[in-house]
């Protein structure tokens, strides 16, 4: 079955520390993969989003995402987090045999000062 | 980009009774979705809301308990019917641009019933 994964659930890290949060996915055939962030009590907003080229991409705010194909992963970064970094992070697929987007079960980040 | 304004934002029910939500998006996408997302949960899928024609549920959503109406292509309502605590949770709508290049999401509702 189609299928999107976050592994890290609960993040926690210290402002100016890296991030890395997984996201993999089982779909065969064409993806096209997003990254959504929802600040507390605001609605989703794209921070990136990858349908074919360069396989790392640039969002907003300084993130990005590598999407490694042989790996069905699609990882977001930010080399250095802020406290305005703390929100829910949801990765999500658009395979072709739809048109809706599949999400992950989302990553909760809180940076602390 | 699309914007959809979703109303209400929030509400609180008593069982047995329904509740519609609206999305308006401020131009014309071709095609919308409704999710629920319950705490601590992802967003699940209910259904695909087709312009003119009846929705298209996932499994384990029915019409009976979710009918969903989409007029034209700038508007779209779910119903939650009948309503159970078990129904409470945020549903969120959301538009599709440009052949799947671009989605845009409501505010949600924040559904609790008592």
């Known amino acids: 079955a189609q299928s999107v994964s976050q592994h890290n659930h609960h993040v926690i890290l210290s402002e100016a520390a890296s991030l890395e949060l997984g996201c993999n996915y089982s779909?065969?055939?064409?993806?096209?993969l997003f990254w959504y962030v929802q600040y507390p009590g605001q609605h989703l907003q794209l921070l990136l989003k990858?349908?074919?080229?360069?396989?790392l991409v640039k969002g907003i705010k300084g993130f990005e995402a590598e999407f490694i194909k042989s790996k069905f992963s699609f990882n977001l970064r930010k080399p250095s987090v802020q406290w305005s970094d703390t929100a829910e992070y949801f990765c999500?697929?658009?395979?072709?045999?739809?048109?809706?987007?599949?999400f992950g079960k989302g990553t909760s980040l809180l940076v602390t000062p | 980009s699309a914007v959809i304004s979703q109303k209400p934002s929030r509400d609180i029910c008593q069982r047995g009774t329904s509740l519609t939500i609206q999305c308006q998006v401020d131009?014309?996408?071709?095609?919308m979705f409704w999710y629920r997302q319950q705490p601590g949960q992802s967003l699940t899928l209910i259904a695909t809301?087709?312009?003119?024609?009846?929705?298209?549920?996932e499994s384990g959503f029915v019409i009976d308990k979710f009918p969903i109406s989409r007029p034209n292509l700038t508007f779209s309502t779910l119903t939650v019917s009948n309503m159970s605590p078990e129904d409470s949770s945020i549903y969120l709508c959301?538009?599709?641009?440009?052949?799947?290049?671009?989605?845009?999401f409501g505010s949600g509702t924040r559904l609790t019933v008592v």
């Open positions: 990858y349908f074919s080229g360069d396989p």
């Open positions: 131009s014309q996408v071709t095609m």
């Open positions: 999500a697929v658009k395979g072709d045999s739809g048109y809706a987007l599949n």
């Open positions: 779909y065969g055939g064409t993806v096209n």
């Open positions: 959301s538009g599709m641009t440009g052949g799947g290049y671009g989605y845009t």
């Open positions: 809301a087709n312009q003119g024609s009846e929705a298209t549920y």
